[in-house]
């Protein structure tokens, strides 16, 4: 694949407390890293594996798949799902064939956007035609392929083609093949390929993918409402299936897409998330191994927890086949395939999965494959045709018969390419997500309350990338434990499946059964000082009998997010600096830390023995966000949350690697939708006004929830949620 990144080659009283401390396994402390240099593992698209996570049942399968599907639509830019304006179809320019016609054809997916592409129909179809839609992938020029002569000599010779024609174009070969199969193909262009002429530099040469700018896709802006390549690529896919199913005389029951490389990609995404697709056949790119290296293949939240395995068995149980070759892919006959034959079989369709493993061809989609690819549509259409089906040769079609633009159609020009039209689809899709997330945010009955929480929520569940550990599964170790006389202080570590985090705790003599889950920035700083004492904050509260758990949150001193690809050596300003390379792999450092919180009131929650009345959340210093989000996934857990959000937005963020950066945030509300979503749980909020946070006012409302909003704080926003936990009623 012509790619860049190709190249990447990836609590309680002191007697209780000291119960505790008996119970407790000591653990041995490594030596301390360097708080700004993480420590859980980062993943890469190209050296990480990322295998299919095993299902026993399909019960079990369902959680599952509902888990991928939920986590491949937030980050493709789908909840909610965009509006869908009119095509606005133009269909021209037919060639005629012995026994198939190509038409042009070029439609908007939004309002002034063009895909591009060639319809390929047969000249005498059965009542009804199959669809099959067509991405290309990464191959030179895109859908105006044509391979030179030494190109051509090479790909017979090795028995990879037949025929010149379909050397020269094996993506024409394809369509024609199709066609005379009696399928109705559309043959459509990736952004910034052949006629996609939109995507371009300041010179306006066509490309395909840029690093970080300062508008446009790959900004700040765009990050924080997940848009760019990939979800705009994904989007042309569902509105090209819109139009294909809108022609006369097509089968909406047997619909296919096929592609190879990063076509293969869009095959996967589409065919998982539309079941409109009857029966899907990726190429060469189903793999436990690299992932897809171009931006177009990448987007934040993408891959956290999943792979192209789970993509592809989105489709399940419907017909699924797949090739390999001498790529990332060369493994799938041991790795990944197995995980798919084993789900089919499970749901009672082992003949619906298939696969051609062809290591000995390099990365490809030659006449090998496309037979595979034939007989599999042959069989699942009941086309009827004997098989092998083989292709017969065939007339190309020059660059100027394919492409959609002439004098009567011209190419779109002026702010209608390049950075300024990258800015208009950003500002378009903001809007549409705006409109409709407006009277979410502004609930007026718990129904509504219910439906925010069904697209918002969701939204954020997935920008934080973790659920509340199950009971048991969040445990602490002890660690050190000293009696300071008026109370008891320890150490120890908290460790669930989302990570590990050393925390203070602090015990009083009379505890009022009430815990506070103290979340700041500053860690165990913010409870005890320089010299080990408490602070006027620890000291205040321990004096209403409050127990103190305060966690060292993940990275504790890191101001920035890390980039797994800053090595020192790559330009960032290139491709290397995309934030889906990072955050499409790994959880933003906001989610770690959110994680950690999350882990901890899971370990307050399961003491058993010991049982807590009232979890207090306190959000402060820089962390009130973060104590937010985690409450509003935790929620029924948690009794009360005090938050001084010192009025921040991450729409105020310009710089996609600041440690609050959270790509989508600003889509899903940013921090008055967190506050939101805590409801029920009674929460006071420092720092902020009933205007400021107008949506939690509503939400609190419509669902009979406690929500105290202090305002600007007299003195410091600690100060107040101090005296607030001290006052609490």
């Not at 819109?242 to 190879?260: H, M, Q």
């Not at 789900?343 to 030659?366: D, E, I, K, Q, S």
């Not at 792999?585 to 058993?608: H, K, Q």
Request: proline share 6%; aromatic share 8%.
């Amino acid at each position: 694949m012509n790619s860049p990144a190709r190249v990447l080659s990836r609590l309680s009283s002191l007697t209780v407390a000291a119960s505790i401390a008996a119970l407790l396994t000591p653990v041995v402390f490594a030596a301390d890293a360097p708080a700004t240099v993480p420590v859980r593992k980062l993943r890469d698209l190209n050296k990480s594996y990322f295998p299919f996570t095993p299902v026993k049942s399909k019960e079990e399968w369902a959680v599952r798949r509902a888990d991928i599907l939920q986590r491949t639509q937030v980050a493709c830019g789908l909840v909610p799902m965009p509006t869908k304006t009119p095509l606005n179809p133009v269909i021209h320019g037919r060639v005629e064939r012995d026994d198939y016609t190509v038409d042009k054809v070029y439609f908007e997916s939004v309002p002034g956007n063009f895909v591009t592409g060639n319809l390929y129909l047969p000249k005498n179809p059965g009542e009804k035609m199959p669809v099959v839609l067509c991405p290309h992938g990464h191959w030179p020029n895109g859908r105006f392929m044509n391979l030179d002569n030494a190109g051509v000599k090479k790909e017979l010779a090795s028995g990879a083609e037949r025929f010149e024609n379909a050397a020269r174009s094996p993506l024409q070969a394809r369509c024609v093949q199709l066609a005379r199969m009696g399928c109705a193909v559309f043959h459509y262009d990736m952004l910034g390929y052949a006629d996609s002429l939109q995507f371009a530099d300041a010179s306006g040469n066509i490309e395909h993918r840029h690093g970080p700018k300062a508008n446009g896709f790959i900004s700040p802006d765009a990050e924080s409402q997940l848009v760019g390549y990939f979800n705009l690529q994904t989007w042309n896919s569902i509105r090209a299936l819109d139009f294909v199913l809108s022609l006369p005389g097509v089968d909406p029951t047997r619909v296919g897409c096929t592609g190879a490389s990063g076509g293969g990609t869009q095959t996967m995404i589409l065919s998982g998330l539309d079941e409109r697709v009857t029966a899907a056949f990726p190429c060469v790119m189903v793999s436990t191994a690299m992932q897809g290296g171009c931006t177009c293949e990448n987007t934040n939240h993408l891959r956290i927890d999943q792979g192209n395995i789970d993509f592809a068995a989105l489709t399940a149980p419907r017909p699924l086949g797949m090739t390999t070759a001498n790529d990332w892919t060369k493994e799938l006959e041991t790795k990944g395939f197995p995980d798919l034959k084993n789900l089919y079989t499970m749901l009672g369709v082992p003949n619906n999965v298939t696969a051609l493993f062809a290591p000995h061809f390099p990365h490809n989609y030659n006449h090998v494959s496309r037979t595979a690819m034939y007989n599999f549509y042959n069989k699942h259409f009941k086309l009827g045709l004997e098989e092998p089906v083989l292709e017969r040769d065939f007339q190309s079609l020059s660059e100027q018969e394919m492409s959609v633009w002439d004098a009567k159609h011209p190419k779109p020009t002026g702010d209608k390419i390049g950075e300024a039209h990258e800015k208009a689809l950003v500002k378009w899709f903001t809007e549409d997500t705006a409109k409709q997330t407006a009277p979410l945010l502004a609930p007026k009955t718990e129904a509504d309350v219910a439906k925010q929480r069904d697209v918002v929520g969701a939204g954020w569940q997935v920008l934080i990338g973790g659920k509340m550990p199950a009971k048991g599964e969040s445990v602490h170790s002890l660690g050190t434990k000293e009696d300071k006389g008026g109370y008891l202080l320890m150490r120890g570590t908290i460790t669930s499946k989302l990570g590990a985090i050393e925390t203070v705790y602090i015990y009083p003599k009379q505890w009022n059964n009430s815990v506070v889950l103290w979340v700041s920035l500053k860690g165990e700083a913010s409870i005890l000082d320089d010299n080990g004492d408490l602070t006027p904050a620890a000291t205040k509260l321990l004096a209403e009998g409050f127990s103190i758990a305060c966690p060292n949150l993940y990275m504790k001193d890191a101001k920035k997010n890390p980039n797994v690809y800053d090595d020192g050596k790559k330009k960032l300003d290139s491709f290397y600096g995309y934030a889906g390379y990072q955050y499409g792999y790994n959880p933003s450092l906001f989610a770690e830390r959110v994680r950690d919180v999350m882990a901890s009131i899971a370990m307050i929650r399961d003491n058993d023995k010991y049982r807590t009345e009232t979890i207090c959340v306190a959000g402060v210093e820089g962390a009130g966000p973060i104590a937010a989000a985690a409450v509003g996934i935790a929620q029924s857990k948690v009794n009360q949350l005090f938050v001084d959000t010192e009025g921040f937005r991450f729409a105020k963020l310009n710089d996609v690697w600041d440690m609050n950066f959270v790509p989508g945030a600003v889509k899903y509300g940013d921090v008055p939708a967190l506050l939101s979503l805590c409801a029920p749980v009674k929460t006071t909020v420092v720092n902020e006004t009933k205007e400021s946070i107008a949506p939690a006012v509503a939400t609190f409302g419509a669902g009979k929830a406690s929500l105290e909003v202090v305002g600007k704080a007299e003195g410091s926003g600690t100060d107040a949620v101090v005296k607030a936990l001290v006052e609490r009623r």
